[in-house]
């Protein structure tokens, strides 16, 4: 990250788990959960009022594709843009 601030110091970043992510592959090791962990310790280590995170619902696409499909790209959309505003003072 030193290297984004260096070329934008006043970007804001975002850091996600991501929406293909999910614990139920293997309870075992649970994906998500330990990705929010790791993101969560990098923000607060960072000190960074412009470093946000930001977790996501997961969407496991349809019977043929575990990709989002297009309605699920929709609802990241809505689901991400009042995390922008809000950090964006939108």
């Known amino acids: 990250m030193a290297a984004i601030r260096a070329a934008a110091p006043r970007a804001h970043i975002f850091l996600t788990e991501g929406a293909i992510v999910s614990d139920d592959v293997d309870r075992a ?31 496991p696409g349809d019977a043929c594709n575990r990709h989002p499909t297009r309605e699920q790209h929709a609802a990241m959309a809505r689901d991400l843009e009042p995390v922008l505003r809000r950090a964006l003072g939108w």
């Open 29 to 59: 090791r649970p994906q998500k959960a330990t990705l929010r962990r790791i993101i969560k310790d990098v923000v607060t280590a960072s000190g960074d009022a412009g470093i946000h995170a930001v977790e996501s619902t997961q969407y």
